[in-house]
């Protein structure tokens, strides 16, 4: 990554750190337990790297309102079992009490701060620009008592809060092992792919599947695109194929407000690039709970089409054993009920056959990746879910540019 400070340019030894992560998790509704910890797993090369400072870890957990909001307690809990060594909790973000006890931090010791969303400077205060988040009192207090800020939270790098973006002109702010990774493994996918190079789009958000199809045709990077899932269901109809009332009605109500700019990019892309788009030839669709293999040409249907049919798999295939760069982002089914989960699992099992570089995009195609433990067997793995999106259609990522602009100010004054 360029244009950002090095950790390994510097003495970390006596250095407090604040240590800005996103391991957002789903929880158990009712005890509030982690279901998955892949995230704080991928936080422990830089926590290592940091073994003889002193970390203030920041993070958040969903956001308020939400069911799944709650303290990070768990999350510290979990992160001490993961990386064996002794985290402090303190269910508190900055209050004088909390930055008298990071000043009285020893070497190596770690702590473990509240939910930042639960400050309403981090969550429910509106700013134009990400520089505007630096005069908040979270970063006025927090960076009083720290040396460096070190950031990993790539999964929420497409946003703005104090915590992600205010320390920028006040601190040194390096980016951690995780964010390093993920940036040089989805520069693959934007930069300088090896090809043949495949895009398999899917899920629910058709309106960021359709800018990362449209931003790697204009950087002339792709060889084919594989719309799936719900994304497949909307190019379908963009090509004239009525694919019923109520599958037409669930895709508005689901883009709802971004539903006409989808539409709009759909039919771009049908008109001008269908050369390059491998569209479904059938699929499944549930009738009386039961799933029910149905051809194009028995369009169109008043039952939900849940998943990708078998000859368009079968026709998928081979395009992906023969690439040379696969990037995946998004379900091609309703994969979490079991009857339509074969289509995605099947997507799976020919990315991991594939001898190409295979990149999966975040969300719940990285969920499911982890899950069915073949995360090793991908080439990258990503953390992110909007933040992956954003980066791969070129949309602004404020995380990434401030991590820059503190480059520039500390180099400048360093030299």
């Given amino acids: 990554m360029q244009g950002v400070l090095s950790l390994d340019a510097i003495d970390l030894q006596g250095r407090t750190v604040l240590y800005r992560v996103d391991v957002n ?44 909001f709650s303290d990070m307690s768990k999350h510290s809990e979990r992160l001490s079992e993961i990386i064996g060594r002794e985290i402090m909790f303190i269910p508190d973000i900055c209050s004088d009490s909390t930055i008298e006890l990071i000043k009285n931090m020893s070497d190596g010791d770690i702590i473990f701060l509240d939910n930042m969303r639960s400050h309403i400077e981090e969550y429910g205060t509106k700013y134009e620009h990400w520089r505007d988040t630096e005069s908040s009192e979270i970063v006025t207090k927090l960076s009083s008592v720290a040396d460096l800020y070190v950031s990993d939270a790539f999964a929420a790098a497409h946003r703005s809060s104090p915590t992600l973006t205010g320390f920028a002109h006040c601190l040194p702010c390096f980016p951690g092992q995780l964010m390093m990774d993920e940036l040089s493994n989805l520069d693959i996918a934007i930069k300088n792919p090896p090809r043949p190079y495949l895009a398999i789009l899917g899920g629910a958000k058709c309106d960021d599947s359709l800018r990362v199809a449209l931003n790697l045709i204009e950087k002339e990077i792709v060889d084919k695109i594989a719309p799936v899932g719900l994304v497949g269901n909307l190019m379908l109809w963009a090509n004239g194929n009525d694919i019923g009332g109520p599958n037409k009605e669930f895709l508005k109500n689901t883009l709802a407000k971004d539903f006409d700019e989808s539409w709009e990019m759909a039919i771009k892309l049908i008109k001008n690039y269908s050369e390059l788009l491998i569209l479904p030839v059938d699929f499944a669709v549930e009738i009386n709970d039961e799933r029910i293999p149905m051809s194009l040409d028995q369009l169109p249907t008043d039952y939900p089409i849940y998943d990708v049919g078998i000859l368009s798999l079968m026709n998928l295939r081979p395009i992906i054993l023969d690439s040379k760069c696969i990037l995946w982002n998004g379900p091609a089914s309703f994969f979490e009920r079991p009857g339509f989960a074969f289509g995605t699992i099947e997507i799976l099992n020919m990315c991991v056959e594939t001898n190409a570089i295979t990149i999966i995009g975040g969300g719940h195609t990285s969920t499911l990746v982890s899950s069915r433990g073949v995360a090793s067997q991908v080439t990258h793995n990503s953390t992110g879910g909007g933040s992956t999106m954003c980066l791969l259609s070129g949309q602004e990522m404020p995380v990434i540019d401030s991590l820059r602009e503190s480059a520039i100010k500390f180099s400048k004054n360093n030299s």
């Fill in 25 to 68: 998790a789903p929880l158990n509704p009712i005890d509030k337990s982690l279901l998955d910890d892949s995230r704080l797993k991928m936080i422990k090369p830089t926590l290592e790297i940091l073994k003889e400072s002193k970390v203030v870890i920041l993070a958040h957990q969903s956001r308020p309102g939400k069911s799944d």
